[in-house]
């Protein structure tokens, strides 16, 4: 079975950072392009990062680029997102996704991690 | 960027019915095309990809259809589970990779 678990959540003032893992179980993870999908409260999904499988390719929604960096470790089957400079519109609940070899859709969704600035 | 509307933000339908969900590209993203299903306090859930290919383990009662900007998803007979919120995606044209805003079904 598929697994996807985020960790490092929590709280942090505006300006701070916070530091995203994903663990990732049930497939080999190395193969596998990764990307962060957030959901603000009460708001829709938005695309965060993008991340291939060997780790060349990195791309990054506008709101974004150049506060946060997505990372991967395939030796540890972990995914990153190290969030600096934090704002307060970056509060949201952050997904990490597996993303399938036939398109760059989401085909297995972690539970989340609540990050909120405040 | 491409940008995804969803219509209607809300769709109020009884248990049993059809709903009909639409979609609507700014630009033409071919059929690179995913509809997800999120319930209260879940992850989302990938029930379509290219437009109409049902997702590993989605029931036969969901079905998308469309093309280029326009694009629909039908759940044939809803069932208690159905009501939620669905969202589209495109990954045609990216980076941005962009949603719709959400279609929320509710009983009716």
């Known amino acids: 079975e598929v697994q996807l678990v985020e960790s490092g959540g929590g709280s942090v003032q505006p300006g701070g950072s916070l530091r995203l893992s994903c663990a990732g179980s049930?497939?080999?993870?190395?193969?596998?392009?990764m990307s962060w999908v957030r959901q603000a409260p009460g708001k829709g999904l938005e695309w965060v990062a993008y991340?291939?499988?060997?780790?060349?390719?990195?791309e990054y929604a506008d709101a974004v680029q150049g506060r946060f960096t997505i990372s991967r470790d395939s030796a540890k089957n972990s995914l990153f997102l190290q969030m600096n400079s934090l704002r307060a519109e970056d509060t949201a609940v952050y997904f990490c996704?597996?993303?399938?070899?036939?398109?760059?859709?989401?085909?297995?969704w972690g539970q989340g991690a609540l990050v909120t600035v405040s | 960027e491409v940008v995804m509307t969803q219509s209607p933000v809300t769709l109020s339908v009884s248990p049993g019915e059809r709903a009909t969900l639409s979609c609507r590209a700014s630009?033409?993203?071919?059929?690179?095309l995913a509809w997800y299903q999120q319930r209260p306090g879940q992850a989302p859930r990938l029930l379509i990809h290219g437009a109409s290919t049902r997702a590993t383990g989605i029931p036969a009662r969901f079905s998308g259809s469309g093309s280029g900007t326009e694009f629909t998803l039908t759940i044939s007979s809803l069932q208690s589970e159905d009501f939620a919120v669905y969202y589209c995606?495109?990954?045609?044209?990216?980076?941005?990779?962009?949603f719709g805003g959400g279609t929320t079904v509710v009983i009716k």
């Open positions: 049930g497939f080999t993870f190395s193969s596998y392009e």
């Open positions: 630009q033409s993203v071919s059929s690179h």
């Open positions: 995606q495109q990954y045609y044209n990216w980076p941005p990779i962009t």
């Open positions: 996704a597996r993303v399938p070899a036939t398109g760059t859709f989401v085909d297995n």
């Open positions: 991340i291939s499988s060997s780790g060349s390719t990195i």
